[in-house]
């Protein structure tokens, strides 16, 4: 039992040591950060949504036309 164990926490934390591009993947935004990324891209969207849109719409039109 001691074995399985010892056997387990190395495991546990062998992942806790893990390299730190694994801790950014598994670090989760809070609350705050989360909101205030939503109000900023609601304030920034009437903006750009007519610039995008247009030019979205070209492109996918042009690579169609090329494509078939």
Same mark, same amino acid.
């Given at each position: 039992?001691?074995?399985?164990?010892?056997?387990?926490?190395?495991?546990?934390?062998?992942?806790?040591?893990?390299?730190?591009?694994?801790?950014?993947? !598994? *670090? +989760?935004?809070?609350?705050?950060?989360? &909101? /205030? %990324?939503?109000?900023?891209? !609601? *304030? +920034?969207?009437?903006?750009?949504?007519? &610039? /995008? %849109?247009?030019?979205?719409? !070209?492109? +996918?039109?042009?690579?169609?036309?090329?494509?078939?």
């Amino acid at each position: 039992m001691s074995q399985k164990r010892q056997q387990e926490d190395g495991f546990f934390k062998a992942r806790s040591e893990g390299n730190p591009s694994e801790e950014k993947r !598994r *670090k +989760v935004p809070s609350f705050r950060s989360v &909101v /205030l %990324e939503v109000m900023s891209l !609601r *304030k +920034v969207q009437p903006i750009i949504e007519p &610039v /995008l %849109e247009p030019l979205i719409r !070209r492109v +996918v039109s042009s690579y169609l036309r090329n494509k078939f």
